[in-house]
Each structure stands twice: as C-alpha cells, then as structure tokens.
C-alpha cells in the first residue's frame, strides 16, 4: 500500500502476518465471551442515545418547539459523544481500555437518570451532552480493543458483531420508549430504557475478557496529537472518516424527520405505531453481522459500494406514499447503512499500526458530528420542501460519501 503525505503513519497491509492468542480467535472461549460482551455494550450505549427518537413530536410539545429544535434531544448526545472521543482514547491508554469502558458506562446510566429529572429543555439538553460524553467512551474504545485482541482477517467480523449490538440497541431504546411514552409522558419512556442499559452495562461488564497482549499506549498527551496529526495527513483515512459524517448523518435526519412525515398528513398515525417501523433496525442488525464474510470475499471496498447502493435504494422508496412501501424502503435502507458502517469503522481501526485509539476516536468524531449536524440541518429541507427535500439531501451525502471511497485507490486492497 503506498504512502502519502504521511510519513510517520505505518499502515499495514493486511496480508502482513499478525501474531495473536488462538483463543482470541473464533471458537476461543476469549472471543465468545468477546462476542457477548460487545453487543451488550452496544445494547447499552445505543438503546439510551436514540430512545426518544420516536417521541421527539411530544417533546417538542412539551417544551414548546419545532421539530428542529426538539431534534437537538438526539444531536445534543451525539455532540457530547463527539467532544469526548479523543479524551476517551487518552485515558483508555493511560489507565486501560477495558477499565475506563465499564466506568464509563456506568456514569452514562446515571446522568441518563438526571436528564430526564431536569424541569428545563435547556438543562436537559445540557446533560444530555454531559451522558453523551460519558456514552462516547464504549464506540472509541471498543474498536481499537478488539483490533488489538482479535486477528486482524477477524477484525471486520468482531466490527460486524459490536455493530450489530448497536442496531439491537437503537431499536430496542426506540421500541421500549415510544408506546411507554405515549402512554405515561416520555419520561418515563426514557427512563423505562435507562433500566435495560443499566442491565446491558452488568452484562458487559461480567463477560469483556481480559486483553491478552500488551495494549499500545501513547506516553504523552503530545504523542496522541502527533497520531491524530499523521492520520488526519492521510487521504484515505480521511476518506474513511468522512464515511461516517455523511452516511450517518443523512441516516439519522432520515430516522428524525421520518416520524414527523408519518404522524403528520396523510398517514396522521399514532406515535405508538411509528415506533414499531423501528422494527427496520433489525435488517442493520443481520446486514452488519453478514458483512465480515461478505468483506473476506469480495473485499471492503465493494461491499461498502453495494451497501451505498442499497441505502439510496431503499431511500427512494420511502417518497411513496404507501405506508408498506415506506416500511420496505426503511428496511432496505437500513441494512445498506449499516453495510457501510461495518466495512468503514473496521477500516478506520484496522489501517492503522500506530495511534489506533487515535483513528478510532477520529472515526467517531465524523460519525457523531454527522449525527449531530448532518441529522438537525436535515430538518432545513423538510421545512421547505417536504419529505422529498429530505430524501435529496440525503442523496447527495451517500453520493459524496461513495465519490470519496472511489477515488482513494489504496482502499481497493484493503
């Protein structure tokens, strides 16, 4: 693979022998409890970030605000997870990744129990930044953990597992949360799914193995700006990156404005019934699982090229105004997205050799800042122009995301 404009930056080529404990690979009773672990730490961190989705109308009537603003529920999460991505890669090198993890999400559980005490929609989403920091320890710190422990031909397969413990975990959040809160107030939705995070968090918490090798550590705060400064000098890392910013992006303003159009005319359904298309979140949680075997066969590049492909497929479908065809579009759309995400966070952990916290945590970084920016602007083109506005501007992002992979050709043999 060749080098630009990144000299201090090794990336490997992944048919490099990689020496590892044959119990951290699959069939080791290391990696199974590694395949329990993962998911229920997805469980964890997922069902609580995007719980409110199918309740952000009543909020907004709660509080008295447009759908723009009581979509900053969902971003002000995300933009706490982005702030804390890199000050999570420090500390996990520092006082190790597996410690920091479980007292992370251990923190995260109770501020979910302030935020949803607070009287104010300024408060609330002032903490919801403050769990959203602690929530951004598990998707930094869990990738550069397992593409350290597990072999790097198993990497994109242990990827698939830890995302589709994310998608088992934003549906379920989303399914618990918005028949509860249409019946009780959407805190006590909320609050109903704090409690399946705080079980998830045990779980994980009893199952993560112990590493087996020697994790990599920085030795100072300046050798972790170093790494950040070499990954952000290489074009295809960057390329990797920005994956995450502009599918996510365009997947959650998708999901955010998707329960106003069905809860508005023509369909003008009950909140307790747009929850359960959240259902469509179960085809990310096969896709991403599919995705390892497909990416050993064919290769990352293309499976995240038919994934791209399938999210703007099933996109489309979502224009017609049919409530079975919108469902078929959102499953559809769904599976595809996730394809991506696979191939793009195992990319951004596997590339790199060196500062692999540090690539994690930038990966991160795009896909919550997507998340956060990408998901509120969203609500612009709704505004104006309907469903429609939203479906071209999300588009244009998977358009960009997949010119982006294109033209980056030390991708094509990763």
Known sequence: MAKTGADDLNVASVSEPVITSGDYAPGGHAYHRLMIALPAAGMATFAPLYSAHGLLPRIGTTFGVSESTSSLYISSGTIGLTLGALVWSVLGDKYGRPK???????????????????????????????????????????????????????????????????????????????????????????????????VATIIFCVTLPPPHTQLKTIGSVSEMLSNVWAHLRTPWLDAVYLQGFLLFGGFIGTYNYLTYRLEGEPFNMPTSLVSLLFIAYLAGTVSARLTGGWAIRWGRRRVINAGAAIYALGLILTLVNNVFVILVGLVILTGGFFMCQAIASGWAGALPTKGTAQSTSLYNMGYYAGSAVLGYLSGFPYRWFGWPGVVVTVLLFIALAQTLILLRKELADS
Do not use: C, D, H
């Open 100 to 198: 920091v993890m479980k007292a992370a999400m251990l923190i995260a559980v109770v501020l979910g129990a302030l935020t949803i005490a607070m009287p104010t929609f300024p408060l609330i989403l002032a903490t919801r930044v403050l769990q959203g920091f602690a929530l951004g320890a598990l998707p930094t710190l869990a990738m550069a953990y397992l593409s350290e422990q597990v072999e790097r031909r198993y990497t994109v397969i242990a990827a698939g597992a830890f995302i589709s413990g994310n998608t088992v975990g934003g549906l379920s959040g989303r399914l618990i949360a918005a028949p509860i809160g249409a019946a009780l107030g959407w805190r006590w939705g909320v609050g109903a799914v704090l409690i399946v995070s705080l």
